[in-house]
């Protein structure tokens, strides 16, 4: 038997939140998607909140993912802890609200998806991602283990893929909002994209107006960040796992304006 993942790349504000619920029920259909993990700690540019949340799942996610952004909108902590369906980096202090990883049911039986964090060019200090996963890895057993990354550097994904290669399903990374041309399958059988892109404004950078963006990089006062106007569009990739093998056999690319 076969399983259909879509990874569905970061979504940038309220009308990437738009575009995700216009179409992402149709593209499960198109693909044959079976479950659906979709990262939405930008669906406030900076932060996420319940009723975010509540419109993500109910537009068609199963689980949600988030990243560096996770504590901006503080309104999310108490969610985190009440709904299963929500996660954050595992390797932030255990002490946190929430939970980095979990069991989540699908046709062809229970899945483990978690989320792990960075540490190249963060301006925080969270634990080695690389440590923590061997203990998921443990814990989770022989389930069929699907992983975000969300994380800067191209290199520390990388290591991350070649890491866990063959003792997981697939790997996708976040964070950077720009879709990288490397999906594949390693050498040992893991689903791997360093980065599957965003889900928001096409005219952008990283989803926000352009002029903000250059502004910054020109040493200039800066605004709060707004998400751009314009068309928008849906990144990510669909991995499709050998349910015996509990490996990847396929991975395609997802793009949707």
Not at 22 to 43: I, W
Not at 73 to 90: F, G, K, M, T, V
Not at 132 to 154: Q, R, S, W, Y
Request: hydrophobic content about 40%; aromatic content about 8%; glycine content about 10%.
């Amino acid at each position: 038997m076969e399983l259909r993942v879509l990874a569905v790349g970061d979504v940038v504000g309220v009308s990437g939140l738009k575009h995700l619920e216009k179409h992402l029920r149709g593209v499960k259909r198109l693909y044959g998607v079976d479950f659906c993990v979709v990262n939405g700690e930008n669906a406030s540019v900076v932060g996420l909140t319940p009723q975010q949340a509540d419109a993500m799942l109910d537009a068609g996610a199963d689980v949600i993912t988030l990243g560096n952004h996770t504590w901006n909108r503080r309104e999310i902590c108490p969610y985190l802890d009440d709904s299963a369906y929500i996660l954050r980096p595992a390797n932030f202090q255990p002490s946190l609200p929430g939970r980095g990883w979990g069991v989540f049911e699908t046709k062809a039986g229970p899945v483990a998806v978690a989320n792990l964090i960075g540490r190249c060019s963060m301006d925080f200090s969270p634990d080695n991602p690389f440590r923590v996963v061997d203990k998921i890895l443990k814990d989770v057993g022989d389930l069929p283990i699907f992983i975000d990354f969300h994380a800067e550097a191209t290199s520390e994904k990388l290591a991350m893929g070649y890491y866990l290669d063959g003792n997981i399903s697939a790997l996708w990374g976040t964070h950077t909002h720009v879709p990288t041309a490397d999906e594949q399958i390693l050498p040992h059988g893991t689903g791997y994209q360093t980065d599957i892109g965003m889900t928001g404004p096409v005219v952008s950078v990283l989803g926000v107006k352009p002029e903000q963006s250059i502004a910054l990089f020109r040493g200039e006062l800066t605004s709060r960040y707004e998400t751009a106007p314009g068309p928008c569009k849906l990144c990510g990739a669909v991995f499709t796992i050998d349910t015996k093998t509990r490996l990847c056999t396929k991975v395609e690319r997802v793009t949707v304006l």
